[in-house]
């Protein structure tokens, strides 16, 4: 019997194990135990630090970049004066065309009569050719053609060349002297009024000189324009010419002095000398161009003057150059702008009423328009083909 609830006991303690057993959810696997991340070893009082991208790098002061000096212009190699007026031919036939096959287109009718003459000799002086040499000219045309009889277009055109190159002077000494003579330079001083073209053509001539080879010192003695300085600066610095300057309002003659002394010290060929050209006073404008006449003569005598005339200007132009003329002794003349309006005529007339020959002529705008005058070429663009 007590075998029996024994047994009994037994069972009914395994039915209860076995229920807690069958209840109780499984055991889940052991997972490694995770490192606590390293924290930075804070002490008492102390802040923490932000992250290193996060803060705000140091300022370094630094001193401001040294700007760049601006690029030297490219020397030019301007070319040689000879031919140059050749090669300018077309420009000076356009602008002088109409008076050329004028007269051409006169001379060659059948018959000349008095009123066809008349006219001959007006349009010569419709080209400011002046009217005492118009009336020369048509005296000397209606002999020869009188004698000549029948004349072919060929014909007439020779014997008009002749006599317009007759009329010119051909035999004028228009070389320029711009060689070295001894130990000293050539020295040019130009002078003109303002808004003739005066600082361009001293820059232009410098283009000529070295294009024929020759060195160059350019002295800008217009201390009255700043304009003129940097202008003739600019010009120097395209062909490798010095430039002497000084501060605006400086004195012309120092300036000038300066310029023949770097010329004699370089042992350059041609010191070219660019003057005021204010025409306040005829005393004042004496004073001036006389005083930087002495002064460069103390160091080497000044072998050309040359005044640059705008050929647009007609009598104005020619008042102005009597002025000059009577203050400093002009070897030569520059007649710029013969390309636009000016009348071909205007050579004659300068040369009859100034006594000295055109040496240069401007024909037109680029840095290469200013060439030698020769008589034959210019006709020869008159007249055409």
Same mark, same amino acid.
């Given at each position: 019997?007590?075998?029996?609830?024994?047994?009994?006991?037994?069972?009914?303690?395994?039915?209860?194990?076995? #229920?807690?057993?069958?209840?109780?959810?499984?055991?889940?696997?052991?997972?490694?135990?995770?490192?606590?991340?390293?924290?930075?070893?804070?002490?008492?009082?102390?802040?923490?630090?932000?992250?290193?991208?996060?803060?705000? +790098?140091?300022?370094?002061?630094?001193?401001?970049?040294?700007?760049?000096?601006?690029?030297?212009? $490219?020397?030019?190699?301007?070319?040689?004066?000879?031919?140059? =007026?050749?090669?300018?031919?077309?420009?000076?036939?356009?602008?002088?065309?109409?008076?050329?096959?004028?007269?051409?287109?006169?001379?060659?009718?059948?018959?000349?009569?008095? $009123?066809?003459?008349?006219?001959?000799?007006?349009?010569?002086?419709?080209?400011?050719?002046?009217?005492?040499? +118009?009336?020369?000219?048509?005296?000397?045309?209606?002999?020869?053609?009188?004698?000549?009889?029948?004349?072919?277009?060929?014909?007439?055109?020779?014997?008009?060349?002749?006599?317009?190159?007759?009329?010119? #002077?051909?035999?004028?000494?228009?070389?320029?002297?711009?060689?070295?003579?001894?130990?000293?330079?050539?020295?040019?001083?130009?002078?003109?009024?303002?808004?003739?073209?005066?600082?361009?053509?001293?820059?232009?001539?410098?283009?000529?000189?070295?294009?024929?080879?020759?060195?160059?010192?350019? *002295?800008?003695?217009?201390?009255?324009?700043?304009?003129?300085?940097?202008? =003739?600066?600019?010009?120097?610095?395209?062909?490798?010419?010095?430039?002497?300057?000084?501060? $605006?309002?400086?004195?012309?003659?120092?300036?000038?002095?300066?310029?023949?002394?770097? *010329?004699?010290?370089? /042992?350059?060929?041609?010191?070219?000398?660019?003057?005021?050209?204010?025409?306040?006073?005829?005393?004042?404008?004496?004073?001036?161009? #006389?005083?930087?006449?002495?002064?460069? $003569?103390?160091?080497?005598?000044?072998?050309?003057?040359?005044?640059?005339?705008?050929?647009?200007?007609?009598?104005?132009?020619?008042?102005?150059? /009597?002025?000059?003329?009577?203050?400093?002794?002009?070897?030569?003349?520059?007649?710029?702008?013969?390309?636009?309006?000016?009348?071909?005529?205007?050579?004659?007339?300068?040369?009859?009423?100034?006594?000295?020959?055109?040496?240069?002529? #401007?024909?037109?705008?680029?840095?290469?328009?200013?060439?030698?005058?020769?008589?034959?070429?210019?006709?020869?663009?008159?007249?055409?083909?």
């Amino acid at each position: 019997m007590e075998y029996v609830i024994l047994i009994a006991g037994l069972a009914v303690l395994a039915l209860i194990v076995g #229920g807690v057993m069958f209840l109780r959810p499984g055991r889940r696997k052991p997972q490694a135990p995770v490192e606590p991340a390293e924290r930075p070893d804070i002490q008492a009082g102390a802040t923490t630090a932000p992250p290193e991208e996060d803060q705000a +790098a140091p300022t370094v002061e630094r001193a401001p970049p040294t700007p760049a000096a601006p690029p030297k212009p $490219e020397i030019e190699v301007p070319p040689p004066s000879a031919g140059r =007026l050749v090669r300018l031919r077309a420009r000076l036939a356009r602008s002088q065309n109409t008076f050329g096959k004028t007269l051409l287109g006169l001379l060659s009718r059948d018959h000349l009569d008095d $009123e066809a003459w008349d006219e001959i000799e007006d349009t010569l002086i419709g080209a400011d050719i002046g009217v005492s040499v +118009a009336r020369q000219i048509t005296d000397d045309l209606r002999t020869r053609v009188q004698v000549l009889g029948s004349r072919t277009p060929a014909e007439v055109r020779a014997l008009l060349h002749e006599e317009l190159v007759k009329q010119i #002077g051909p035999d004028l000494d228009r070389s320029l002297h711009t060689d070295r003579h001894g130990d000293k330079p050539a020295i040019l001083m130009v002078v003109g009024v303002n808004g003739t073209g005066k600082t361009t053509t001293t820059g232009k001539l410098a283009r000529v000189l070295v294009g024929d080879g020759k060195t160059v010192v350019l *002295g800008a003695a217009d201390t009255f324009r700043a304009a003129a300085a940097d202008q =003739l600066q600019t010009w120097g610095e395209r062909v490798g010419a010095q430039v002497v300057r000084k501060d $605006e309002g400086a004195d012309p003659a120092s300036v000038a002095f300066d310029a023949v002394k770097v *010329g004699i010290d370089s /042992r350059v060929d041609t010191v070219i000398i660019d003057t005021a050209g204010r025409l306040h006073t005829k005393a004042g404008l004496m004073d001036e161009l #006389g005083k930087v006449k002495r002064v460069v $003569e103390k160091q080497a005598a000044v072998d050309e003057v040359l005044l640059v005339l705008d050929a647009t200007t007609g009598q104005n132009g020619m008042q102005q150059a /009597r002025v000059f003329a009577e203050v400093v002794n002009i070897t030569g003349i520059a007649l710029t702008k013969l390309d636009g309006t000016a009348k071909g005529g205007i050579v004659v007339q300068v040369q009859r009423e100034l006594g000295v020959p055109v040496k240069l002529v #401007g024909l037109g705008e680029g840095p290469d328009d200013l060439a030698p005058f020769e008589p034959d070429a210019f006709v020869d663009a008159i007249l055409g083909d």
